[in-house]
T-cell receptor, first 112, second 113 residues
Framework: DAKTTQPPSMDCAEGRAANLPCNHSTISGNEYVYWYRQIHSQGPQYIIHGLKNNETNEMASLIITEDRKSSTLILPHATLRDTAVYYC?????????????FGTGTRLQVTL | SQTIHQWPATLVQPVGSPLSLECTVE??????LYWYRQAAGRGLQLLFY??????ISSEVPQNLSASRPQDRQFILSSKKLLLSDSGFYLC????????????FGSGTRLTVV
């Protein structure tokens, strides 16, 4: 699976949009971009995933560049509860056991 | 709906004692199952994964072993715990096929003393 690069930490004011970047310059054509987050002392939580097109769900939006070498997770109105470590992961969608390899992620701190 | 159960939530064990952590999944069949460990202040490390009963793949050589005696049961074990085995252990499952992501359990915080 392709390697991803994320900033180690970011701050965001409550109510503002949080934009979390991820670089995955070696991504291949059949690899998807996944985002998870881990709130302190809990298991990671799935947020969103995409291949080429931008995606949106009730939690967030995922913007993938046209060349697919980077993406941005957008939390449109961050709240204190969104404080967590956010992981960007690239993996192949094929195969019966597509393992998720977690990097160190971005620690997002939402402040008042 | 599918649910994943992991227990116990916390565990304090002496060095040299055995370990058994259990994880079960409900509401699905033929899941892929995974054990991850997270040391304090570190990222998640994949330890084992399984695509079926009795099929275990190890990612990292260590003092631990895993077994899958039933389709929806995944067990993490050790015969003799080391101090370095302390950490946050997470079980996860994903569908056998398809593009859906992982669902994680609530984790077990193990402290070896």
């Amino acid at each position: 699976d392709a390697k991803t690069t994320q900033p180690p930490s970011m701050d965001c004011a409550e109510g503002r949009a949080a934009n979390l970047p991820c670089n995955h310059s070696t991504i291949s054509g059949n690899e998807y971009v996944y985002w998870y987050r881990q709130i302190h002392s809990q298991g990671p939580q799935y947020i969103i995933h995409g291949l080429k097109n931008n995606e949106t769900n009730e939690m967030a939006s995922l913007i993938i560049t046209e060349d697919r070498k980077s993406s941005t997770l957008i939390l449109p109105h961050a709240t204190l509860r969104d404080t967590a470590v956010y992981y960007c992961i690239v993996r192949s969608g094929t195969g019966t056991a597509s393992k998720l390899t977690f990097g160190t992620g971005t620690r997002l701190q939402v402040t008042l | 709906s599918q649910t994943i159960h992991q227990w116990p939530a916390t565990l304090v064990q002496p060095v040299g004692s055995p370990l058994s952590l259990e994880c079960t999944v409900e509401g699905t069949s033929n899941p892929n199952l995974y054990w991850y460990r997270q040391a304090a202040g570190r990222g998640l490390q994949l330890l084992f994964y399984s695509v079926g009963i009795g099929q275990i793949s190890s990612e990292v050589p260590q003092n631990l072993s895993a077994s899958r005696p039933q389709d929806r049961q995944f067990i993490l074990s050790s015969k003799k715990l080391l101090l370095s085995d302390s950490g946050f252990y997470l079980c996860a499952w994903s569908p056998g096929q398809g593009l859906l992501g992982y669902t994680f359990g609530s984790g077990t915080r193990l402290t070896v003393v």
